[in-house]
């Protein structure tokens, strides 16, 4: 069974950058089959896709439109996890954010539990 | 602004049967079969109740089921019990390679 813990702080300032990390038991960063992605939910937004990473003999990444020129996935195979970078955040961007692994098909099977990221100052 | 249109309510009494929409675009509900649903209580992580428009992972009561016509995808429950009170959100898979979801529903079990 495959597990996500997420972690990262809650509260980030304006202008600054938001960092989460999702470790990964039962399955591995660097499975053929599997994608790894960042989701958030916000009262304005609703449900977002913000991006995956994933390899097939190398790694690949793809964002949203919306997020595509401030955030950074990345792969950590050492440790077994990915991460979210977002750059210069606003006070929109504040959300849960959720980490979440497709398997094998179009859905995403297993769910970090959810981390709270509040953009104030 | 979510790019799936889901009621924002629905309800029902216990034994009763209710059906939650997802309503989309030809750009993903409609071209593909890749809707999924979840269901999600507050503080939890979402739980996957249906993929592939129809199908239920191992474990899900065979209460919920899934359908698709055109643009629109469904959501019912069927004898509905208290411990299916939570909110539920569809996703689809996109033309663009991308996710989208819905606003998600909240049921409440009266």
């Known amino acids: 069974q495959v597990q996500l813990q997420q972690s990262g702080p809650g509260l980030v300032k304006p202008s600054q950058t938001l960092s989460l990390t999702c470790a990964i038991s039962?399955?591995?960063?660097?499975?053929?089959?599997?994608?790894w992605n960042w989701i958030r939910q916000s009262p304005s937004r609703g449900l977002e896709w913000l991006g995956r990473?994933?390899?097939?003999?190398?790694?690949?990444?793809d964002y949203a439109v919306s997020v595509k020129s401030r955030i950074i996935i990345n792969p950590d195979t050492s440790k077994n996890q990915f991460s979210l970078q977002l750059n210069s955040v606003t006070p929109e961007d504040t959300a849960v954010y959720y980490c979440?692994?497709?398997?094998?098909?179009?859905?995403?099977?297993?769910w970090g539990q959810g981390t709270l990221v509040t953009v104030s100052s | 602004q979510s790019a799936l249109t889901q009621p924002a309510s629905v309800s029902g009494s216990p034994g009763q049967s209710i059906t939650i929409s997802c309503t989309g675009t030809s750009s993903d509900v409609g071209v593909y079969k890749y809707v999924s649903w979840y269901q999600e209580h507050p503080g939890k992580a979402p739980r996957l109740m249906i993929y592939?428009?129809?199908n239920r992972p191992s474990g899900i009561s065979n209460r919920f089921s899934g359908s698709k016509s055109g643009n629109t995808a469904s959501l019912t429950i069927s004898g509905v019990q208290a411990e299916d009170e939570a909110d539920y959100f569809c996703?689809?898979?996109?033309?663009?390679?991308?996710?989208?979801f819905g606003g998600g529903t909240k049921l409440t079990v009266l």
């Open positions: 039962g399955d591995s960063v660097s499975s053929n089959s599997a994608v």
């Open positions: 996703s689809s898979y996109t033309r663009s390679s991308t996710w989208v």
């Open positions: 979440a692994r497709v398997g094998i098909g179009y859905y995403f099977d297993s």
């Open positions: 990473t994933y390899y097939r003999s190398k790694w690949y990444n």
């Open positions: 592939d428009v129809s």
